[in-house]
């Protein structure tokens, strides 16, 4: 699976768009990017996942490259709870879900 | 109604002695697996079974034995602990689609083992 690359930590004004960005240069065609999070004290909880197009969900968009390179995922409209840690993913159907050390966000008021 | 139940949610015992952590899930999935989530917050897969079959089964110590007595459970037991099994383990499952693993995995609230 492809190795990811995430800044360690971010912050983000309550109520603005938090946008977390997501290296995979050496994705395969066959890879998915997938995100995670994990709120303190809790599992992991899957927010979203997309192959080529960009794709939307009721908690997140997700925007990937033409070439696939990297990724975005964007909360629009941040609250105190979005506070966790954001896990990206290149992942293979059939695969291991492999987690990286994703990207501490931290939501401020 | 909880999606994938583990317990207990706390554990702690002496270094040496046995103990086991359970998990269920009620979402109908044909995978289960095992994360652990150490000190400093890495997760890492351990085991994998589908449909009672083991499928992934990482470099972990065979003092670990996953048992899975039906696709909706997948238990865990550890032998002899030792300080460094200290961490918080995590059960998950997922629906296979087209005969693959889909990413999209549903965990529970966590284990939180502590070796004394």
């Known amino acids: 699976d492809a190795k990811t690359t995430q800044p360690t930590s971010m912050d983000c004004a309550e109520g603005r768009a938090a946008n977390l960005p997501c290296n995979h240069s050496?994705?395969?065609?066959?890879?998915?990017v997938y995100w995670y999070r994990q709120i303190h004290s809790q599992g992991p909880q899957y927010i979203i996942h997309?192959?080529?197009n960009n794709e939307t969900n009721e908690m997140a968009s997700l925007i990937i490259t033409e070439d696939r390179k990297s990724s975005t995922l964007i909360l629009p409209h941040a609250t105190l709870r979005d506070t966790a840690v954001y896990y990206c993913i290149a992942f293979n159907q059939g695969g291991k879900l492999i987690f990286g050390q994703g990207t501490e966000l931290s939501v401020k008021p | 109604d909880t999606a994938v139940s583990q317990t207990p949610k706390y554990l702690v015992t002496q270094m040496g002695n046995d103990k086991s952590i359970k998990c269920e899930q009620n979402l109908g999935h044909d995978t289960m697996y095992w994360y652990k989530q150490d000190s400093k917050k890495f997760l890492k897969i351990m085991f994998s079974y589908n449909n009672k079959e083991l499928i992934i089964n990482e470099t972990v110590p065979n003092r670990f034995s996953p048992k899975s007595p039906d696709k909706a459970h997948l238990n865990l037991h550890i032998n002899s602990l030792e300080l460094g099994d200290s961490a918080v383990y995590f059960c998950?499952?997922?629906?296979?689609?087209?005969?693959?693993?889909?990413?999209?995995?549903?965990f529970g609230e966590g284990s939180r083992l502590t070796v004394l």
């Open positions: 050496t994705i395969s065609g066959n890879e998915y």
């Open positions: 997309g192959l080529k």
């Open positions: 998950a499952s997922s629906q296979a689609k087209q005969f693959a693993n889909t990413g999209e995995l549903f």
